[in-house]
């Protein structure tokens, strides 16, 4: 669809409701005090950020947030961020879990979700619903999958991806006929003959322009359009999920077609797929480009001072506002806002999530007569493969690295998920420690 195709789209008929996330298990302990998409990124984001900037950038401005677990943090970000004039009609409103008179559950899944919502969604005009998820990373300008929608008279969209075989087991894949109507759905399918009946035929190469030629499957992204009256016939039931309830169902009754995506995409629910695809952010040709200013990735003003660096050693690594770097060497790493490393420290593939604040010198003078360290990195310590949560306290001579360590431990001061280390939020790693 082409750019002046795209300004034709109306989208003030379009609301965006965004999955805040259930309890993100698999990416604690960076989800022990916040919930999944207040999970920071790259430096000085948080995942929600993304969704948000991309309905901004679409030209889509009215958002709702639906949250339940952990959301504190979440809901702060969401409010020192996102503030729309009184005139454009914007807004980004944050819808958390409660009890009524009628249902006093949590919510059982996304379609759950937003049918305990809908009461809200209800007092706004719209013909066309947005799902999105608040904890993935991509970029799409949604005018296209709403413009597709419509051409194809729709009453579901759903946006997919092609993966390959090693990654479907993952995701709920679908089958489409030559109109790209979706005919078959298979959650996570494990079974190889079941994988080999759902291969994307090679006829759709040439239409989507792949010329690898291996073998594809088309991905749900979970991310859906739904027609007004359409969304409210499907969720007056019980059924708690999308993807595992409510499209297989609709797929026999309603008119679902396939919005086929080929731009990178990302779903963060490992601890894994965190860690590397922040490590991509550092190299120099980034699979997602943070800096597209075409369509920009929005967050909270810190009005942080610049980055200070005193004889540090840099290379492929993202700084944030508000770091000293003192004479350390860093390779392949992100420096979260205010992050402090010591002289004659070696960081390599190392994630720091930064600092909430700047620890006075009255506090760093106490925990030193303690024994304990200040915020942040001390000197002449060796980290790699590593994830340092905020405010967290590293000591001097410290080593760090999950070399000849099990995939998974649990410590008083550490934790080891998919291979890397992890430090907590306020963790303390005393003067001297090897892990």
Request: net charge positive; with cysteine; glycine share 8%.
């Amino acid at each position: 669809m082409s750019g002046s195709v795209r300004q034709t789209i109306n989208t003030s008929n379009v609301l965006s409701v965004i999955m805040g996330g259930g309890q993100g298990k698999r990416l604690f302990p960076l989800t022990k005090e916040r919930a999944k998409p207040a999970v920071p990124l790259a430096g000085k984001y948080r995942l929600v950020d993304i969704p948000i900037s991309n309905c901004i950038n679409s030209g889509l401005r009215r958002m709702y947030l639906l949250t339940q677990f952990n959301s504190a943090s979440l809901h702060r970000h969401i409010s020192q961020s996102y503030k729309f004039d009184h005139f454009s009609g914007g807004f980004v409103e944050i819808l958390a879990a409660e009890q009524t008179y009628s249902n006093a559950s949590w919510y059982q899944g996304t379609a759950d979700a937003v049918r305990k919502n809908m009461a809200h969604f209800m007092n706004n005009d719209w013909d066309y619903l947005l799902i999105l998820s608040g904890d993935q990373l991509f970029r799409m300008d949604f005018r296209q999958i709403i413009g597709a929608h419509k051409e194809s008279g729709a009453d579901i969209t759903v946006a997919t991806i092609p993966v390959g075989r090693a990654e479907m087991q993952a995701f709920g894949i679908m089958q489409i006929g030559s109109d790209r109507r979706i005919t078959r759905f298979v959650e996570k399918p494990k079974d190889a003959a079941v994988q080999d009946s759902l291969r994307l035929s090679p006829e759709w190469f040439g239409a989507l322009g792949i010329k690898d030629g291996r073998e594809l499957f088309l991905a749900s992204m979970g991310i859906y359009v739904f027609n007004r009256d359409v969304i409210c016939r499907l969720l007056d039931n019980k059924m708690a999920d999308f993807g595992k309830d409510i499209i297989p169902h609709a797929i026999k009754e309603s008119r679902v077609f396939s919005y086929i995506f080929q731009g990178y995409w990302e779903d963060i629910g490992t601890i894994r797929a965190f860690f590397e695809a922040n490590l991509d952010v550092t190299s120099e040709l980034p699979q997602f480009n943070f800096f597209d200013m075409d369509a920009p990735i929005f967050s909270r003003p810190r009005f942080l001072p610049a980055s200070k660096i005193n004889g540090a050693q840099i290379e492929h690594a993202v700084i944030s506002d508000g770091c000293i770097l003192n004479r350390a060497v860093i390779t392949n790493s992100i420096m979260g806002l205010r992050s402090i490393v010591g002289a004659g420290t070696v960081l390599n593939r190392t994630i720091l999530l930064g600092c909430d604040y700047y620890e006075s010198l009255e506090s760093i003078q106490e925990h030193e007569k303690a024994g304990k360290p200040r915020i942040g990195i001390g000197t002449n310590c060796r980290i790699e493969n590593v994830i340092i949560d905020k405010n967290a306290r590293i000591g001097n001579n410290v080593v760090i690295s999950p070399a000849g360590k099990p995939d998974k431990v649990d410590h008083a001061n550490y934790y080891i998920r998919d291979g890397i280390v992890v430090i907590p939020k306020n963790g303390v790693i005393p003067h001297g420690m090897v892990i």
